[in-house]
């Protein structure tokens, strides 16, 4: 059996592919190996030697980070509101997206529809009827006052990649589920949410992250500087150590690992979760 030759405009459209591949991995690789090497500097090898190694290595900057108090406070308020906000967002929009998915009723696709408008609506517009809102209520200085309007901006997309997750279960598991006496609650908690763990994941995925990286509402919510999250620490450490480049990259990349760190272990999942979403 002779195998296939390339040809060479296929060949063309490999390397082209190649090279965007390269040109994209340095854009991400380049300022983070940046950011790693310069917070083992000090401020002169940043000012004379800004993309060697360092020379001499000053692991000061990191390890005075890490002994303060401050930074792992911040990455606990940081991991609290994060884990609350996905089981929040989660849990409310498995639920509904379980009805929209398995049930018909009438307005369905209308309900729908204004979920997925909430896509469409920019977190910064609400910034001030938001704050509005939670100072009547009682929630500022609060992380309930975090919590909840993260959740609620994360419901339109985790509702709908999970219901084009449920869509894709088959009907006859739910008959065959019935038939073993099943109801409608017993067959979304034992079968259907076991069956989308992968979307599960990967809308998980998406909240905690949306949650590690928001600014503006921790910033605006907390005025008591024991409940800011590690986005409005990195701004304070910044303007505290204004002069002090090498730190502050150290403490930016710091506060990167923790997110970073839990999307590499969960690749797979987000990817699978995705595609099957998509699938479905």
Known sequence: MTAMRTTP??????LVLHLVSILIGATIVVPIAFG????????????????????????????????????????????????????????????AAFIFARFTFRGREFLFTVFAVGLMFPFAVAILPLFIILRSVGLLDNPLGVILPQAAFGLPVTIIILRSFFRS???????????????????FWRILLPMARPALATVS???????????????????????????????????????????????????MVPALGFYGLAERQLIGGLAGSVKG
């Not at 401050?70 to 967002?89: C, E, H, K, P, Y």
């Not at 620490?233 to 910044?238: E, I, N, R, Y």
């Open 36 to 95: 790693v090497l310069g917070g083992f500097k000090d401020n002169g090898q940043l000012s004379t030697n800004p993309l060697g190694l360092p020379d001499p290595w000053v692991p000061e900057n990191y390890t005075g980070i890490l002994t303060s108090g401050v930074f792992w406070r911040q990455l606990g308020n940081s991991t609290l509101i994060g884990l609350a906000t996905v089981i929040v967002v989660v849990g409310a929009s498995a639920m």
């Open 9 to 14: 405009a296929a060949r063309a459209r490999r």
């Open 205 to 255: 995925i998406l909240a905690i992250v949306a949650s590690w990286n928001n600014f503006m509402l921790p910033l605006v919510v907390f005025t008591d500087q024991s409940w800011w999250t590690l986005p409005v620490g990195v701004q304070a450490f910044q303007g505290q150590y204004a002069d002090d480049t090498a730190r502050v990259l150290a403490f930016v990349i710091l506060s």
């Open 169 to 187: 279960i088959p009907a006859e598991v739910e008959e065959a589920a019935t038939l073993d006496g099943c109801g409608p609650f017993a067959f």
